[in-house]
């Protein structure tokens, strides 16, 4: 399912963690871990039964509003429950980290929602189209033990995440470049107009098609591709190769800026947070 901390697990959770950049490391502005609020039942507990899924386990304070967190709620958030038993029939009680991932979460929603962000169906069955292939969410609760309810929620909320993700960022980020298709024969000297394009595509106004040659030799792309013999019409599959390695250092440059700007504003409304985590598990 589309949690953002978790990093196994399957590509569900990947493909949100990419769009919405989270960033580890985060400071929060008043942490208590084994805090105060803790039930005696969890006292050095490691398991919990399945009558026990919705003991407290956390709690956190925004914007004057206090909510407790359940054991049930961060392991249906990360890796879901049917996948979290144990052969015993019980659950490891959540470690701390993924705790705090899931309030970090939960913040950021609720931070979109006080600025007035909402979701359409269309925009959740977008976001299920491009990153599942479905906009079924039976099928997707079904291919991740989930329940229906579960999948709804995850997927509602990384909507709503992604969307106030786009209107605090000032830096845009452009799609990821697609690698080149590799030849048959696997010969990187292979040429082919396709490669031509795909490379005066990625090189853009650095590339004067009417002269069929560079604009000029200022430009990223000439540094790096000067040494390859390209026209409108005929470029390498090598020349091909470099070029994407140019396009994806660009974007890299493009997302690391985006990620800083979007940990700041994580750090932002962690600030205005209190956490307390009941559990010491690691």
Same mark, same amino acid.
């Given at each position: ?44 507990? +490691? #398991? ?7 003991? /407290?386990? $956390?709690?956190?304070?925004? &914007?004057?509003? *206090? ?102 960022? +000032? #830096? ?7 690698? /080149?298709? $590799?030849?048959?024969?696997? &010969?990187?000297? *292979? ?92």
């Amino acid at each position: 399912m589309p949690s953002i901390d978790v990093k196994k697990n399957s590509k569900i959770f990947i493909g949100v963690g990419a769009v919405v950049l989270f960033a580890l490391g985060i400071v929060i502005g008043r942490f208590l871990l084994g805090g105060g609020g803790a039930t005696g039942s969890l006292n050095g507990r +490691t #398991t919990l039964s399945e009558g026990e899924l919705n003991t /407290p386990i $956390a709690s956190y304070t925004y &914007n004057g509003q *206090t909510k407790e967190v359940t054991a049930r709620e961060v392991i249906e958030n990360t890796s879901g429950l049917d996948a979290a038993k144990q052969s015993d029939g019980t659950y490891a009680v959540p470690a701390a980290d993924k705790i705090i991932g899931y309030v970090r979460n939960a913040l950021v929603v609720a931070e979109a929602q006080s600025k007035g962000i909402t979701v359409t169906d269309d925009e959740v069955n977008n976001y299920m189209q491009t990153n599942f292939k479905t906009t079924d969410v039976s099928q997707v609760a079904s291919a991740y033990k989930l329940s229906e309810d579960v999948a709804k929620k995850l997927i509602h909320d990384a909507v709503i995440m992604k969307k106030y993700r786009d209107s605090v960022l +000032t #830096t845009t980020l452009p799609d990821a470049p697609q690698a /080149p298709t $590799a030849p048959e024969d696997g &010969n990187s000297e *292979t040429t082919s107009q396709e490669y031509a394009q795909y490379i005066i595509g990625l090189a853009g106004d650095e590339w004067d098609a009417k002269n069929n040659t560079w604009a000029s030799q200022d430009g990223d792309y000439y540094k790096q591709l000067s040494a390859y013999s390209i026209s409108n019409d005929s470029a390498s599959y090598a020349a091909a190769q470099t070029a994407y390695q140019v396009a994806m250092s660009k974007y890299s440059a493009v997302a690391s800026k985006a990620s800083q700007e979007w940990s700041q504003k994580i750090n932002e409304i962690l600030g205005k947070a209190s956490i307390a985590v009941y559990s010491l598990a690691l």
